[in-house]
Structures are given as structure tokens and as C-alpha cells.
């Protein structure tokens, strides 16, 4: 079995080739592109996809283009949520709306999205199913994008409508990684679908550790500044559990500090903290996360494979749940 | 054979059954799909790859999916180019950044994009080379777009320079729907490439008809307002010639026109016409289009079927060409 280090230098040899062709006509169409893909990133879902298909019995090699795919598509979804949101930097360097005009990042993301098509495009196994898994992935991302957005003028967002939006957001994408290496290998159908949720589950706890991480991570090691979404009030996990227990004094507190227009940053982080404090909220958030991560482990122990062929991802996923970045 | 109307019907038959299944929710991603959608237009895309299929031997049936896609897509360019150009309508109604707002009108267009390209996907008979055909195309209509774009900020444009934007921009999806049509009927390379140039010199006619339109169009029958290209100093096949070939007073008088930040539309309307007029712009302009269809006509002449089987086709192009709106 290759580790994990393996399949992440295997696919930035690839993405670097990828890169490498890029045409250079039209400049501000094609320089976009190679800037946002060379900014960095963990590439989570490239190095899915080729463990998975390594892990069903093909080479990382004949899975490679739809990792590729993968990558290409996140960020092309980086690149648009960034424009929406408004998003002056991304990974320590200004995003591409910022760098060059919103029309240059409105036309470049809608080339890479078509980019990543192509790639996905043209895995030779299975390449309908691929296709077609990657598609239905790629647009289940734009409605959670859309109800992402809906959520910041909705004052009634449930446990389940935010646990609906992060599974559409940023789960299946995961789960469409693991689930494209193994159609690539031609798993059966069952261990397709198992190795799907389990990506899935590990993907909502994912997003929940990233929420955990905004406001209880540590600034050194956290890629951006601690406490981002208690500035914005973002609706997180967090958040919501939040409104949802508080009652008394906490609550008018609460509301007091969503409404305010004006705030020092780090008054109203301390003080939202410790709202959430004196209810439990990372404890509850830990013990979601925790749940998450057992009925993703349990979708694990039905793909029909030995345990041992099983560890590297698990080992990976295991350093992904550990991280505090 | 069966008529343009009939392929025109056939169509709008099942754009209004994928109108019916589009999703209702999220609500502000997929209403202004359909609304996108049901603006009208007169729909050439999809007509021109359902009657290459037919006559190229298969049912309309068969490429009637892809037919979808390619009209799907031409929406999505023309949702995305809508906010780039701030334009404000679209066949006489407000275009979706305006009805909504540039964020769900982003993301509506990336949706769009992608549900091309799984309509592109669907297609049974030669699939791969369909959806290598659509991307292709796809992608060379962002770098057309990037062109026109980068035209705007440039003093330098030649007439060079506009045929390879309008070629990208515009013609190569014209000449994609026909070659994706032949692909499904199983044609042979060379009467694909064949299909594939004449629509592409078609629609390089088509383009420089609609800059002649906008100028020298009547009002009544032009889908909008004449004159929108003078106004806007948009470099059209007409305005780059007549900068080429005036001198002395012509030159300096439509030079100031150029820079003036505040006219009288129609004072400046008739002025740059009279310019042009007194240089036969239009004359140049029916020249090159008739040179285009010449072109185009040689290539349809080389496709390997009775002359007989080419006369719908023929005779819609035909319509086309003698079109005034």
C-alpha cells in the first residue's frame, strides 16, 4: 500500500504537468486560472479519489484525470463563493476578483468548472458513471452554495435545514471523490454506495471541525484569523445550537451582539464565546462531530475489503479529524 | 424531410418538459433557470443538431438531449454575459442580475453550465466524441467572451483580431450543434469536419449580419433599439473598418464621436452612419457576409449526401440570411 504522502506528491506531479499546459491566450482568462490552482490547499479530494481507486485495485495513474477534475472544480467553486461572499483574500493572497476584476473571475471559474468536465471526462472505466457522479456531485455544490447564501437572511435556520446545506456544500464532494476512485476500479455497486457515505459522513464532520476551528481553533495554526464567523454571524452549527438553547439573559445578550453594527472584534468574540461556553457548545459540537465520524466508520466497515486495505484512508482521515488547521 | 418548423416544435416540445421537471427548490437557483429559459429566442442551436442528425440518418429523437444542452448553454453564456456587460434587458425583459441579483445570478449560470453539459452526456451514440465536441466548444466560448472583453480597453484591434473573437464567440457553437448532430447520426470524419466548417463560416456571417443589423437594421422588426453598438462604441466588423479607412476629416470627426462622454444618441447615431456611409461600410459589410456564406455553402457542398437531403438545412440558413431581426 502507498501512504498518504505518496498520493498527495502523485497528484501534484500531475496537477504541476496540468499547470504547466495551461495556454497563456487569453492572458486574463488563462493566468486566473493558474493562480488560483497554484495557491496551495490540502487537495482532500484529489488524494480521495486516488486512494480510493488504489484501495479497489487499480493504479492512482488510472484515476488521476478525475482527481484532477476534482481539484479543478473546488476551486473553481472557491473561486465564484469568493466573488459572492464578498472574499477579499483567500490562502494569505488576494482572491482572483481582488487580484485582476469580478467580470475575470466570473469568466475564468465558468471556464474551470468546464476544465473540470473535461477531466472527469476522460477516465476510460466506467467513464458514464464517472461522468454522471461527478455532475450530480457538482450540481448538488451550487444548491448548497445557493441555500448557504438563502441562510443569510433567514432567521428560522434549523439544526437540520444547516446539517442539509453542508451535506450539499461540502460532504458529497467528498463523498463523490471516494466514490469516483472506486468507480474507476470497478467496485461493486454496495461498496460504491458504502464508500460514498462513509465520505459523506466524514464530510459533515469535516465542515463541523472547520466551524469548531473559527471560533475554538488556535490563530497560529488555523489558515485564517480566529473568530470569523461570530464577526459575520455566520449561521454555524455553533450558532444555531446557540439560539436555539438559550433562554434569559443569554439569549437577549445573543441577540444584542447579532444585531450590533458596530462592535470591536474581539469584544464581541469574547463575549459570544462565552455565551456559548456556559452552554456547552463545543462540547456538543464535539460530541456531533464524534457521531459523524462513528456512522462514517461504520459505512467503512461494510466496503468488502480487508480491514488492513482499509488503513491507509483511515489513517488519512484520521489526520484530517485531528488537524487543527 | 421534414420542415424547420417542424424541428422548431419538436424542440420547444421538449424544452417544455425538462421546463416542467426543473426543481423548485432552492427556489432563487433554479427559478431563474427557468425563466432564463422560457424567454424565447430563436432556438438555431438546437434546431440546426436536430436537423443534422436527421440528415445524417438517425431520428431527431436520438440528438434531441444534446440539443438541450446546446441551448442550455447558449443561455448560460448569455445569463453570464449579461452581468459582465451590466446589461439591464433581455428580449424585452429584465435580465436575471437585474430581476434578482448578481450573486444568484452567478450561480444560476454556473448550474446552467453544468446541466448542459449532463443534457451533452446523455446522448447514447458516440458519446464520447459529443461531449469532447461540447467542451470544446464551451471552452472556446469563454476564450471569445475573455476577446471581446479585452477588446473594449484596446486601441489596436484589427479586423483579424474580431474574426477570431466572433469565430470563438460565436461561430463555433453554430458549427458544434451541427457536427454534434452528424456525430449522433454516426457520419463520417469528413462530412463532420465538413458540417462542422460550414456552420462555422454561417455563423461568422450570422455575427457580422447582426453588427450590420444593429446599424443599419430597421427598428420595427430588430429585436431592440438600432444604433446600440454607435452608442457604446462597440468594435464591430464596421466600426474597426471605417477606422482603418478613413483619413482627414472623416477620420478626426468620428475620432471625436469615439471620445465624447456625453451625446445626443441619435445626433451620434446619424453622424458615425454618415461616416460609414460615405466610406460604403455597409457595402464592405454585405461583401464579407456574402463572402462567409460562399464559404460556408463550399463546405456543405462537400458533405457526402444527395444535394437534395441538404434543403432543409439549406433553406433555414437561407431564412437566416435574409433575416431583418
Known amino acids: 500500500m502507498n501512504t498518504q504522502e505518496y498520493y498527495l506528491d502523485y497528484f501534484k506531479t500531475r496537477l504541476s504537468r496540468f499547470l504547466d499546459e495551461v495556454k497563456s491566450e487569453p492572458k486574463y482568462l488563462y493566468e486566473p486560472v493558474k493562480y488560483a490552482l497554484s495557491a496551495g490547499g490540502k487537495r482532500i479530494r484529489p488524494v480521495l479519489c486516488l486512494m480510493s481507486a488504489e484501495m479497489f485495485g487499480v493504479k492512482a495513474e488510472m484515476a488521476v484525470d478525475a482527481a484532477l477534475g476534482l481539484e479543478v472544480f473546488h476551486n473553481f467553486t472557491l473561486l465564484h463563493d469568493d466573488i459572492m461572499d464578498k472574499s477579499d483574500m483567500r490562502r494569505g493572497r488576494p482572491t482572483v476578483h481582488k487580484k485582476w476584476t469580478e467580470n475575470i473571475a466570473i469568466l475564468s471559474g465558468d471556464l ?16 458514464k458513471a464517472v461522468l454522471d457522479t461527478f455532475l450530480q456531485t457538482a450540481i448538488e455544490i451550487c444548491e448548497g452554495q445557493q441555500y448557504d447564501m438563502d441562510f443569510e437572511t433567514d432567521d428560522n435556520v434549523t439544526v437540520d435545514d444547516y446539517m442539509k446545506m453542508i451535506n450539499l456544500k461540502t460532504a458529497v464532494l467528498l463523498a463523490g ?15 460504491c454506495e458504502n464508500i460514498y457515505e462513509y465520505g459523506r459522513y466524514a464530510g459533515l464532520a469535516f465542515q463541523l471541525q472547520d466551524d469548531l476551528l473559527d471560533t475554538y481553533g488556535d490563530a ?8 470569523g464567523d461570530i464577526a459575520e454571524n455566520k449561521k454555524t452549527f455553533l450558532l444555531i445550537n446557540a439560539m436555539n438553547l438559550a433562554t434569559g439573559n443569554a439569549k437577549s445578550e445573543l441577540l444584542s451582539w447579532l444585531s ?29 462531530i464524534d457521531e459523524c465520524y462513528a456512522i462514517a466508520d461504520s459505512y467503512l466497515q461494510k466496503v468488502s475489503l480487508p480491514e488492513s486495505q482499509k488503513n491507509v484512508l483511515r489513517s488519512y482521515m484520521d489526520s484530517m479529524r485531528s488537524r487543527n488547521y
Do not use: H, W
Open 177 to 191: 471523490s471516494l466514490k469516483i476512485g472506486a468507480l474507476i476500479a470497478n467496485a461493486s455497486q454496495a461498496d
Open 220 to 227: 497560529k495554526v488555523f489558515g485564517k484569523p480566529i473568530g
Open 260 to 288: 450590533k453594527e458596530d462592535f470591536d472584534r474581539t469584544e464581541k468574540y469574547n463575549a459570544v464565546k462565552s455565551i456559548y461556553d456556559s452552554m456547552k457548545i463545543k462540547d456538543l459540537t464535539v460530541a456531533k
Open 112 to 127: 474551470m468548472s468546464l476544465v473540470a468536465c473535461r477531466c472527469a471526462s476522460k477516465t476510460e472505466i466506467n467513464s
